[in-house]
């Protein structure tokens, strides 16, 4: 029996089609040069169509205990966690029929690090483009920015790798595939909350 998050399949295997469109970011990873970095961008408008999406279940509020906090936070997590379980599988199942491993053009994992990334800004993002008090020009601003420092962050740490990234690169088939890149997600959101917490003393 084959382990699709290990990569491990039979010789002459073909992964179903639905597995080459996750795995390359419907795609996004067969562009040329740097295709992480093309999966990643790729990736902002699917993660502000889910944040949007989800925002009408119950909207940002500061209560963790109310309702209207569970219908915000969980279908998000739920996304989160089954788009990434989604990307194990079907990377794992690409990367077996050929004979590289974690090739470029497997973007699934970029996918959700920025998803990772983003999602501190969720709260911003669930009403992008956001419609600021001051000038145009300070708006439009500031709307590049809540989409490209979470983006220059996840691809500076997806490409230095600091620990653990590259030991969980190291693990097989998909799980090594996807785990490094979650957490350089996971990085790029600490520094952005280093980053709210010194600019604007909030978490």
């Given at each position: ?57 119950g909207g940002v509020t500061q209560s963790p205990w109310s309702l209207r906090f569970l219908l915000w936070e969980l279908p998000i997590g739920l996304a ?6 989604l990307a194990v599988i079907a990377s794992g199942k690409v990367e077996a029929e050929g004979a ?104």
């Amino acid at each position: 029996m084959s382990d699709p998050a290990s990569g491990m399949e039979a010789p002459g295997y073909k992964a179903p089609r639905w597995a080459w469109w996750v795995a390359t970011g419907f795609g996004s990873g067969l562009l040329k040069p740097a295709p992480g970095t093309w999966g990643s961008l790729a990736a902002i408008p699917f993660w502000l169509l889910v944040f949007h999406l989800c925002r009408f279940g119950g909207g940002v509020t500061q209560s963790p205990w109310s309702l209207r906090f569970l219908l915000w936070e969980l279908p998000i997590g739920l996304a989160l966690l089954g788009y990434g379980l989604l990307a194990v599988i079907a990377s794992g199942k690409v990367e077996a029929e050929g004979a590289s491993i974690d090739p470029g053009f497997i973007v699934a994992d970029e996918w959700i690090g920025m998803g990772i990334s983003l999602w501190f800004l969720r709260d911003q993002l669930a009403f992008w483009p956001l419609s600021g008090d001051g000038s145009r020009w300070m708006t439009i601003i500031a709307n590049a920015l809540v989409l490209l420092v979470p983006f220059a962050l996840f691809r500076l740490f997806d490409i230095w790798k600091p620990w653990p990234c590259k030991r969980l690169q190291d693990l097989h088939g998909g799980l090594g595939i996807v785990l490094d890149d979650v957490a350089a997600g996971i990085w790029a959101a600490l520094i952005l909350v280093a980053l709210r917490f010194i600019f604007f003393h909030a978490y």
